[in-house]
């Protein structure tokens, strides 16, 4: 087994009541949270993207410190939440912890509440597809996919990882940690003049660094499951202020026209946008 870590934690509070009540309604010991979603096999390397996701759907605050997280095939880990971590009415919280700890084969997740008592169990599942699609509760069992994602709105997250010069790993709201592609972006691939300088731009704009998604709202994944979006950093277009400053191939691209709009430089390209490569 491996040796017990604190996790670092990701809290996502769908609604929050921050009167003194509200906060004092603490159950001990709580009942009703459940393990939301979980992705054992992410894109790309395994380490440190892998995550689980629990839902408290009730109407009451669930003081949820010192509880586990479980493994149960191969090499079984166990996690431990932090003392005096609450799960407010509604939220979703996230646990990735910095190893490979979820096997992607006949595995169950167990989560038990402080004293050891069994919580939740998933059933066993596998996956064998390295990409953005996990299992995910519904009302109608246990699902392999990916979230329809709202329109109209913009997701908040941090950058995690930086794949390349168009691809960046995104721990955002409830769908854990998903990777994102650059809509209307082609940078260089890794054997290509400029693949380095992209990429060390994306670097230096976007790791670790809080980012707002504006997600495509006619193709919100391409067909390797990647979210499309056009992220911003500090109210950045990053993908905008990649073209300007020439990170992309702009022969692929079809870059149309450099406008002006309302006072404001804007880029307009067309719909070829380049989201399987």
Not at 190 to 212: H, I, Q, S
């Amino acid at each position: 087994m491996k040796r017990p870590s604190l996790m670092p934690i990701s809290i996502v509070l769908a609604t929050i009541f921050l009167t003194a009540v509200g906060i004092a309604c603490i159950d001990h010991p709580p009942s009703g949270v459940i393990i939301y979603a979980f992705d054992q096999n992410p894109a790309g390397l395994d380490e440190g993207k892998e995550w689980v996701t629990i839902h408290n759907p009730t109407n009451k605050s669930v003081d949820i410190g010192n509880w586990t997280l479980e493994t149960t095939n191969g090499s079984t880990a166990s996690e431990w939440i932090a003392e005096g971590t609450t799960l407010y009415p509604g939220a979703y919280i996230t646990f990735s912890p910095s190893y490979r700890w979820i096997d992607n084969n006949n595995e169950s997740l167990i989560l038990r509440d402080a004293v050891g008592e069994l919580v939740d169990r998933t059933p066993v599942v596998n996956d064998n597809e390295s990409d953005n699609r996990y299992w995910i509760r519904n009302n109608s069992g246990w699902t392999f996919g990916v979230k329809e994602l709202e329109t109209g709105e913009l997701w908040s997250g941090y950058v995690k990882n930086v794949v390349d010069g168009d691809r960046i790993d995104v721990h955002f709201n409830i769908c854990g940690i998903q990777r994102i592609r650059l809509v209307g972006i082609n940078a260089p691939d890794m054997d290509e003049e400029g693949y380095e300088e992209a990429k060390e731009f994306l670097n230096e704009t976007c790791m670790w660094e809080e980012v707002k998604l504006d997600v495509d709202d006619e193709k919100q994944y391409d067909t390797y499951y990647r979210i499309l979006a056009v992220v911003y950093v500090n109210e950045t277009n990053v993908n905008e202020k990649m073209v300007r400053e020439g990170y992309e191939r702009l022969c692929i691209f079809h870059l149309l026209s450099l406008i002006v709009v309302s006072g404001k430089d804007e880029l307009i390209w067309d719909e070829e946008y380049i989201t399987n490569t």
